[in-house]
């Protein structure tokens, strides 16, 4: 998960009162203002920060942006390289402090935060996840959460609870290092995220005290880092230029084909693999060194917790010197009853050890091409990011599926990061951007489910409002024809496709308030179902549409003017006498009563505060 937090000046004014005043990115002025423009003067160069946070799955960065003249220039980052959470006796570890602390303090240290959210204790990816999480996982009010010793007490948080902690840090690291407050924030997520793991981000970022702007998908806030800083885009007349994002990371693989043109990109296809990234090359090594060094020094690693933490930690070390040697060692002082371990690997050896998962390489990107509806010779380049497109074998066996030569222009470390922190000024009311459209898709068919209406036996009684590939964010109205209020649900259509067990069901919302009108017709309700910029489903509002025969009298003048009319056109049409009576239709827009149900909480709420009551003439 990666993140970015925009730095709004709101507790400063400038001398003209002029409530934010812009600071220069080079910091040589104190300050100056879009309102009188001091510091500055003429110059009209706008600055600001956007603060930016890249939390992913090993690590967090935060990057600190500054706005100048249209264009978003990198002007520092902070690594938190470690996404952990650890509780002590008397205080919590954040970051980088968890992970010094992590191999004392196992128990108590819980990493893959964002594989965590949203997700329960029996999910299978759960089971999975538990091979890399050292902490007691439990389930917390059906979410997975993790049971913990803090200030002397046996507690249990929940993933959305730890995620949040997280934020709250990043929140203090980047304010420390702006010297400002920080409120505005776009995170990403892998777009295999669904409508409850990401409600689980919105909620943590909201317990953090965050204002979400966006939750943007990885590859998109990649796609969107591309698009923004290229000049030589094709115009809208022209072939789109097509480019494939593969970005393999610590545990998840993602390849999304995105067409652009100048100022717009759009998402064609998004297909990934949930378990595929450097953790799984880790593991490849840890069993063979845990094989290696049964037969080699009789320890058997596997019955201790710590020497497998710091035999994969020494993993790590070897795989990123494996891909740039040919060979690589293996020393720790130390690991078990006394004993020294040591060895040596070879390139190839590695190879050979993760061959299944190598084989699995191409899988996502087939799969991206077909849905793409596109041959390789259609992709004009391949782009490369995250950390595991270092690995030689991986980088071959890509470069030779789309027979060209792979592309590494943007930072493989930075480039969702730096993407978000785009998006997040784009989003922000204080910068000014180049503007930029994104067009992302639906990775999940949504459906509609209702009861059937008594007065009409032949309706049908679900929908795919939402279908895979359709453009996100996006709106859709559904109307209904009803004489009493009535309820429907709201679910994915395939549930094989979701991650794990993920429950399909997504919100139930009841319509209240609905009756037969004066004629004992039906009333026409309309609702509007959005998809909305985080990718969550929403029932928005309701409203029912009356259409209402009302006779009016034309007012005294309009009368006389209308005769006189009549009169100019006499000679046409003789003895007309236009009525002083007419019908005219008032259309009614009344607001109406949702009542929304989700996921594992019930919320109960009354949106009809939100609605606005229209009457207008037709
Ligand atoms: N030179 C290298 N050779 C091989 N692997 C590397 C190298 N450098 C980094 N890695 C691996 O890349 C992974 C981290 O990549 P990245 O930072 O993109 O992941 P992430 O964004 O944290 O994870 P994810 O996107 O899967 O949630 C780690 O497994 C790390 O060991
Ligand atoms: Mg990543």
Request: aromatic content about 8%; hydrophobic content about 35%.
């Amino acid at each position: 998960m990666n993140l970015a937090i925009c730095g709004l000046w709101q507790d400063e004014r400038c001398r003209c009162r002029f409530r934010y005043p812009q600071y220069c990115y080079r910091r040589c002025a104190k300050s100056w203002c879009r309102c009188c423009k001091s510091c500055l003067g003429a110059q009209r160069t706008q600055s600001g920060y956007a603060d930016h946070a890249d939390r992913s799955q090993t690590k967090c960065q935060i990057e600190l942006h500054r706005t100048c003249s249209h264009s978003l220039t990198a002007a520092s980052s902070l690594k938190l390289r470690r996404s952990l959470v650890g509780f002590g006796p008397k205080s919590r570890y954040l970051g980088e402090p968890a992970k010094t602390q992590e191999i004392s303090n196992l128990k108590n240290t819980v990493g893959s935060l964002k594989r965590l959210a949203g997700r329960s204790l029996n999910d299978p990816d759960i089971q999975i996840e538990k091979d890399y999480v050292s902490a007691h996982l439990v389930d917390v009010k059906g979410q997975v959460g993790a049971e913990v010793t803090y200030l002397g007490n046996k507690e249990s948080f929940s993933a959305t609870q730890l995620v949040s902690m997280f934020f709250n840090k990043i929140k203090a690291t980047a304010s420390a290092e702006l010297k400002l407050p920080v409120s505005d924030i776009v995170i990403s997520v892998p777009p295999w995220f669904t409508d409850v793991q990401r409600r689980s981000i919105l909620d943590a970022a909201e317990i953090a005290g965050l204002k979400l702007l966006r939750l943007i998908n990885d590859t998109t806030a990649t796609a969107l880092g591309y698009g923004i800083t290229k000049l030589d885009l094709p115009t809208a007349e022209e072939k789109p230029r097509r480019v494939a994002f593969v970005d393999i990371g610590h545990s998840n693989y993602t390849c999304s084909i995105v067409e652009f043109k100048k100022g717009e990109l759009a998402v064609k296809s998004t297909a990934y693999d949930r378990h595929f990234g450097g953790r799984n090359f880790d593991k490849a090594l840890v069993d063979h060194f845990a094989k290696e060094f049964k037969e080699k020094y009789k320890i058997d690693i596997t019955t201790n917790s710590k020497a497998m933490v710091r035999v994969a930690a020494a993993a790590e070390k070897m795989k990123k010197i494996l891909s740039a040697n040919a060979q690589a060692p293996i020393n720790i002082e130390s690991l078990m009853n006394d004993v020294d371990a040591s060895g040596m690997l070879k390139r190839e050896e590695l190879e050979e050890l993760v061959k299944p998962l190598l084989e699995r390489a191409t899988g996502p990107l087939e799969q991206a091409l077909a849905e793409a509806k596109l041959k390789v010779e259609d992709i004009d380049a391949v782009e490369m990011v995250g950390g595991c497109t270092r690995v030689p074998s991986l980088k071959e066996r890509i470069s030779k599926f789309f027979g060209k030569q792979l592309s590494f222009t943007l930072n493989q470390d930075e480039a969702v990061a730096r993407g978000c922190a785009f998006s997040c000024a784009i989003l922000s009311p204080v910068f000014r951007v180049r503007d930029f459209s994104i067009h992302d898709i639906v990775n999940y068919p949504i459906e509609f489910n209702w009861e059937q209406s008594p007065d009409i036996p032949d309706e049908d009684t679900s929908l795919t409002v939402f279908n895979k590939g359709n453009v996100m964010p996006s709106t859709k109205i559904l109307t209904f024809y009803r004489k009493q209020p009535f309820d429907l649900e709201a679910r994915y259509a395939k549930p094989d496709m979701l991650p794990g067990k993920t429950n399909p069901w997504i919100g139930r919302f009841s319509v209240k308030g609905v009756k037969a009108d004066s004629k004992d017709d039906f009333m026409i309700c309309k609702l509007k179902a959005r998809l909305n910029l985080h990718g969550v489903l929403n029932l928005e509002s309701g409203y029912y549409v009356e259409d209402i025969e009302v006779e009016e009298p034309i007012p005294e003048e309009k009368e006389a003017e209308k005769k006189e009319g009549d009169k100019k056109e006499g000679d046409k049409k003789e003895g007309d006498v236009s009525p002083p009576i007419f019908p005219t239709f008032l259309r009614l827009i009344l607001p109406m009563t949702l009542w929304l149900l989700r996921g594992h909480e019930n919320i109960s709420r009354d949106s009809s505060n939100m609605l606005t009551t229209a009457v207008s003439k037709t």
